[in-house]
Nanobody, 126 residues
Framework: VQLQASGGGLVQAGGSLRLSCAAS????????MGWFRQAPRKEREFVAA????????YYADSVKGRFTISGDNAKNTVYLQMNSLKPEDTAVYYC????????????????????WGKGTQVTVSS
């Protein structure tokens, strides 16, 4: 299983970025896939997740209304559209996936997911 995240960069506060996570090695249509982030000197935190089969989405309170997670089954890709970015969104963003969809979202928030990609840096300047 490989997860390749891309789309990070430097943006001014209030701007937008779209992250992409291209998955390979499995058929991910029945997986839960998500985004996590880790800022310097902080612990990794959950950002958003999507249950690929039903399309249910979940967000951290800090990004609700600003970020949107979506998936493209044909491309085996998950996206994170980030709008109204704030300096506190600055972090390395990681894509993750897990075939165990029976867990609650709080489980993934606390324990992460089974498969991880390399991160992509997002920097928001004030």
């Amino acid at each position: 299983v490989q997860l390749q995240a891309s789309g990070g960069g430097l943006v001014q506060a209030g701007g937008s970025l779209r992250l992409s996570c291209a998955a390979s090695g499995r058929t991910f249509s029945s997986y839960v896939m998500g985004w996590f982030r880790q800022a310097p000197r902080k612990e990794r935190e959950f950002v958003a997740a999507i249950i690929r089969s039903g399309g249910s989405t979940y967000y951290a309170d800090s990004v609700k209304g600003r970020f949107t997670i979506s998936g493209d089954n044909a491309k085996n890709t998950v996206y994170l559209q980030m709008n109204s970015l704030k300096p506190e969104d600055t972090a390395v963003y990681y894509c993750a996936a897990d075939p165990r969809t029976h867990y609650s979202i709080s489980y993934y928030c606390n324990y992460g997911m089974r498969y991880w990609g390399k991160g992509t840096q997002v920097t928001v300047s004030s």
